[in-house]
């Protein structure tokens, strides 16, 4: 039983998880480049928007549904007997980590804290700046760290 249920939530995490890799991967290579090209109060007005719309029930699913099954790999695969444990659990960390922790200790303050400056202000524009150069790497280590875990658990999983 224990088996069965570490084998569903491996699988989950590592389509979750990969989920999570492509939409931080498309932030990284295309989203923000073109926020950075608009002007700071459209590029503010268009990221507000961005972390508004997020918030569905799709988004919110997939996000907190691969980090609740990571949890559950966490749990089971020491007990599960299926091989390949220490890389499933390696990729579950990795995603807990470098993508759950880092979106709400990182991403997720500077997201409200760029809802609440006024985009049309001096000091609008260069919170936006200090934004994006705060912002954009710490997704490159969602992306990053989503991407290493899917390759892990897809190790282990094929173990």
């Keep these: 039983m224990i088996g069965k249920i570490?084998?569903?939530?491996?699988?989950?995490?590592?389509a979750g998880v990969a989920l999570n890799a492509g939409l931080f991967f498309a932030f990284d290579t295309?989203?923000?480049k073109a926020l950075r090209d608009q002007p700071a109060p459209q590029g503010i007005a268009t990221m507000?928007?961005?972390?508004?719309?997020i918030l569905n029930p799709v988004f919110l699913l997939v996000f907190t549904g691969s980090a609740i099954s990571c949890v559950a790999v966490l749990v089971t695969a020491p007990f599960?007997?299926?091989?390949?444990?220490a890389w499933r659990v390696a990729?579950?960390?990795v995603f807990l980590i470098g993508t759950s922790?880092?979106?709400?200790?990182v991403n997720v303050p500077m997201n409200n804290a760029l809802a609440a400056v006024d985009a049309a202000s001096a000091e609008g524009a260069a919170y936006w700046q200090t934004y994006l150069s705060r912002w954009v790497p710490w997704n490159h280590v969602r992306?990053?760290?989503?991407?290493?875990?899917v390759i892990l658990m897809a190790l282990g999983f094929r173990r």
């Design 6 to 14: 570490s084998q569903l939530a491996t699988i989950i995490s590592i």
């Design 30 to 32: 295309t989203v923000m």
């Design 48 to 53: 507000n928007s961005i972390n508004v719309h």
């Design 80 to 85: 599960d007997g299926l091989g390949g444990t």
């Design 91 to 93: 990729g579950a960390i």
């Design 101 to 105: 922790v880092v979106t709400g200790a």
């Design 143 to 149: 992306t990053v760290s989503s991407l290493a875990a």
